[in-house]
C-alpha cells in the first residue's frame, strides 16, 4: 500500500504541538496529587469535564459529522475510549500493588507496541536512527525509575496491570491515526471521551467510589484536569495524529515524567534525584533524535490507512 502526500496542511507545525502537548499533560500528576478524591473519581470528573467543555463546540461545528459517521467509525472510535479508560483504570490500579517507579516504567513501554502497530497496520516505518532515539527516550525512562523499583507478593499482579495499562495506550494512539485521516477532531474525541467517561463512571460504581461531595477545591483540580492535560495534552496529540505518525506521539508522551519533575520542584520543591536528571536528559536526548529523524523523512504525509477504516 502506498504512502499519500496530505493536501491539507495543518496549521501549525505538529512536531511542535506534540511538543506542547507533553507540556500540558505534565500536568496531570499535579492535578492529581492535589485532588482529594478517590483515583478513578478522578480520572471520571477529569474527562466528564472535558467532554462537557467540548460539548458547545462540537455540535456548533461537527453535528453533521457527528450524524454522518458510519457504524464502523463509531465502534472504532467508541473502542478507542475504552482503550483510553482501561489505561486509567488498570495504571491507577497498578499503584496500590506495585511501586510508583516499577508502574511508571512498564506503563512507559507502550511506544514499543506502537511502533510495531503502526508498521504492521499502517505499514508507517521507522528508520535505524529514529528507532535509536525512542529506545534511548524508554531507556531514560527506565533509569529515572530504577532508584525506586521494589518487589513485594503483590508486586508482579501490579506489574502486569501496568504493563496492561502499556497496551491499552498504545490501542488508543493506534486507531486515533487511523481514524483521525479522515474524521475531524471535535466528533472524534467526543465519542471518544465520552465512551471512556462512561467506562470509568461504571468502574467508579462497581467499585463503590461515591461520586461527592469532595473539597471545593478538589472540583477546581478536577476541572484543571480537564483543560490542561487532557484538553491541552491529549486532545492536541489527537489533532497532531492526522499529520504525523503515531510512533511520534507515543515516543513523544515519554516526556511528560520531565516536564512532570520540573512542576513538582517549583510547586512541591522536590528535588530530582541524580538518576532522575540522568534519566531526564537521557530523554531528552532520544526525543531529540527520533523526532529529528521523523522529521527528515520529508514532508508530513498521510498514510494509506484511510483505506482500512472507511
Same mark, same amino acid.
Not at 511538543?19 to 499533560?25: H, Q
Not at 483510553?84 to 486509567?88: M, P, S, V
Not at 524508554?138 to 527506565?142: A, P, R
Not at 463512571?201 to 467508579?204: G, K, N, P, T, V
Given at each position: 500500500?502506498?504512502i499519500?502526500q496530505?493536501t491539507?496542511q495543518? *496549521? *501549525?507545525n505538529?512536531?511542535?504541538?506534540v511538543?506542547?502537548?507533553?507540556?500540558?499533560?505534565g500536568?496531570?500528576?499535579?492535578f492529581?496529587?492535589?485532588?482529594?478524591?478517590?483515583?478513578?473519581i478522578?480520572?471520571f470528573?477529569?474527562?466528564s469535564f472535558? #467532554?462537557?467543555?467540548l460539548?458547545?463546540?462540537t455540535?456548533?461545528r461537527?453535528?453533521?459529522?457527528?450524524?454522518?459517521m458510519g457504524k464502523k467509525d463509531?465502534?472504532l472510535a467508541?473502542?478507542?475510549?475504552?482503550m483510553?479508560?482501561?489505561?486509567?483504570a488498570?495504571?491507577?490500579?497498578? @499503584?496500590n500493588y506495585?511501586?510508583?517507579?516499577?508502574?511508571t #516504567?512498564?506503563?512507559?513501554?507502550?511506544p514499543?507496541f506502537v *511502533?510495531? /502497530?503502526g508498521?504492521?497496520?499502517y505499514r508507517?516505518g521507522?528508520?535505524p536512527i529514529g528507532?535509536?532515539g525512542?529506545?534511548?527516550a %524508554?531507556?531514560?525512562?527506565?533509569i529515572?525509575?530504577?532508584s525506586d523499583f521494589?518487589v513485594g /507478593?503483590q508486586a508482579?499482579?501490579?506489574?502486569?496491570?501496568a504493563?496492561s495499562g502499556?497496551?491499552f495506550?498504545?490501542g488508543?494512539?493506534l486507531?486515533?491515526r487511523?481514524l483521525?485521516?479522515?474524521?475531524?477532531?471535535?466528533p472524534?474525541i467526543? %465519542?471518544v471521551?465520552?465512551?471512556?467517561?462512561l467506562?470509568l463512571?461504571?468502574?467508579?460504581l462497581?467499585? /463503590?467510589?461515591r461520586?461527592?461531595?469532595?473539597p471545593?477545591?478538589?472540583?477546581i483540580y478536577?476541572?484543571?484536569?480537564?483543560l %490542561? =492535560?487532557?484538553?491541552?495534552?491529549?486532545? #492536541?496529540?489527537?489533532w497532531? @495524529?492526522?499529520y504525523?505518525k503515531a510512533a !511520534? !506521539?507515543?515516543?513523544?508522551?515519554? /516526556?511528560? =515524567?520531565?516536564?512532570?519533575t %520540573?512542576?513538582a520542584y517549583?510547586?512541591?520543591?522536590?528535588v530530582p534525584?541524580?538518576?532522575q536528571?540522568?534519566g531526564?536528559?537521557? *530523554?531528552?536526548?532520544g526525543l531529540?533524535i527520533f523526532?529529528?529523524?521523523s522529521?527528515?523523512?520529508?514532508?508530513?504525509?498521510?498514510?494509506?490507512v484511510q483505506k482500512?477504516?472507511?
Open positions: 500500500m502506498s499519500k496530505k491539507d495543518p *496549521i *501549525i505538529p512536531y511542535l504541538a511538543l506542547l502537548g507533553v507540556t500540558g499533560a500536568f496531570s500528576s499535579i492529581t496529587k492535589l485532588a482529594e478524591a478517590p483515583p478513578l478522578i480520572a470528573y477529569r474527562l472535558t #467532554v462537557l467543555i460539548a458547545p463546540f455540535f456548533a461537527g453535528t453533521g459529522e457527528l450524524r454522518q463509531i465502534i467508541s473502542f478507542s475510549g475504552v483510553l479508560a482501561l489505561h486509567f488498570v495504571w491507577i490500579a497498578s @499503584l506495585t511501586s510508583i517507579a516499577s508502574s #516504567v512498564l506503563v512507559t513501554m507502550h514499543l *511502533i510495531t /502497530g508498521y504492521v497496520f508507517e521507522i528508520r528507532l535509536a525512542a529506545c534511548l %524508554v531507556l531514560g525512562s527506565i529515572i525509575g530504577v521494589q /507478593g508482579l499482579y501490579g506489574d502486569l496491570l504493563f502499556a497496551i495506550v498504545a488508543y494512539v486507531i486515533g487511523g483521525r485521516t479522515h474524521l475531524s477532531l471535535l472524534y467526543f %465519542v471521551y465520552g465512551m471512556a467517561s467506562v463512571f461504571l468502574s467508579a462497581l467499585l /463503590g467510589n461520586l461527592g461531595p469532595y471545593a477545591w478538589t472540583w478536577f476541572l484543571a484536569l480537564a %490542561v =492535560p487532557t484538553i491541552g495534552g491529549h486532545t #492536541v496529540f489527537n497532531a @495524529l492526522k504525523v !511520534v !506521539v507515543s515516543v513523544t508522551i515519554l /516526556g511528560e =515524567p520531565i516536564g512532570a %520540573v512542576l517549583l510547586i512541591f520543591h522536590q534525584t541524580a538518576l536528571l540522568l531526564g536528559s537521557i *530523554i531528552i536526548a531529540a523526532i529529528w529523524s522529521r527528515g523523512e520529508g514532508k508530513v504525509v498521510e498514510s494509506c482500512k477504516f472507511t
